[in-house]
């Protein structure tokens, strides 16, 4: 399928000027974002890259940010780590690297927080408290209830633990996605909306699953975890939470599209 005027853009650095941006070589992506808290998974495939900028890549190390779209005008896939860097065939032709990628999850992992509190506290003041911790700003932390401890609350350990700690019982999901820390209450969705019908990338028929309404578009960057797709088609209709997702494809004639499920709100 052959889709007018794609563009896919791999990053890989800090911006400080001296990341590496790669877009005109062959490439394909596949990125998998997860409504759990499950970091991010997938690659950026390139094909024919150079020796020199393969090395820059292996030397610059931790950071890779993914970009695909439409008209010149792509929209961030991922932003986190690299896992690691892989290298297929030999010579100067037929040289496919392969850059695996994950979420922050050093960042995650070594998090640590030691704070008490005295007397009442609500969770929304400890999750502003604690997050810094990660080193990741927070988004959507209006998610989160007007739950309070009533009395003396502490805590001492990782931060992750923390907030499922707290977060848990309120049915409050956090996660990290693209550079920040996220939060969703369950049940409910962004507001942002993205419409799917056959005139706006919609491929095929939705199906229902146990797990939800599962859907696949054109590659469309604007869907993402726990924000709002409207799908409009005779199998299904409604607006949904998107769950788990996948964006793959490549820069050419293969497949680009996106693969998500629909989650009910309410």
Do not use: C
């Amino acid at each position: 399928m052959r889709i007018f005027k794609r563009i896919i853009r791999i990053v890989v650095g800090q911006e400080d000027g001296t990341a590496l941006a790669i877009e005109k070589l062959f490439m394909e992506i596949e990125v998998k974002k997860f409504l759990s808290g499950k970091p991010n998974e997938g690659f950026g495939r390139i094909y024919n890259l150079s020796e020199t900028s393969e090395n820059q890549i292996r030397e610059k190390g931790i950071r890779i940010r993914i970009f695909a779209g439409y008209d010149g005008q792509p929209v961030l896939l991922h932003d986190g780590d690299i896992r690691r860097v892989d290298r297929d065939g030999f010579g100067k032709l037929n040289r496919i690297t392969t850059i695996n990628i994950g979420g922050n999850v050093a960042k995650l992992s070594s998090a640590f927080f030691n704070k008490s509190y005295s007397g009442q506290v609500a969770v929304k003041q400890i999750v502003a408290d604690a997050v810094p911790s990660f080193g990741i700003d927070a988004i959507n932390i209006d998610q989160i209830p007007d739950n309070a401890f009533l009395y003396d609350y502490s805590f001492t350990g990782k931060t992750g633990d923390l907030l499922d700690e707290i977060l848990n019982p309120i049915d409050v999901q956090w996660f990290e996605n693209d550079n920040f820390i996220n939060f969703s209450l369950k049940g409910s969705a962004l507001e942002s909306v993205v419409v799917l019908s056959k005139n706006t990338g919609l491929i095929g028929s939705p199906s229902v699953t146990e797990k939800g309404i599962k859907f696949k578009s054109a590659l469309n960057g604007r869907i993402t975890v726990t924000n709002r797709v409207k799908i409009e088609s005779q199998a299904a209709t409604g607006v949904y939470k998107v769950g788990d997702i996948a964006h793959t494809g490549d820069n050419r004639a293969g497949k680009f599209e996106t693969n998500g499920i629909g989650l009910e709100i309410g």
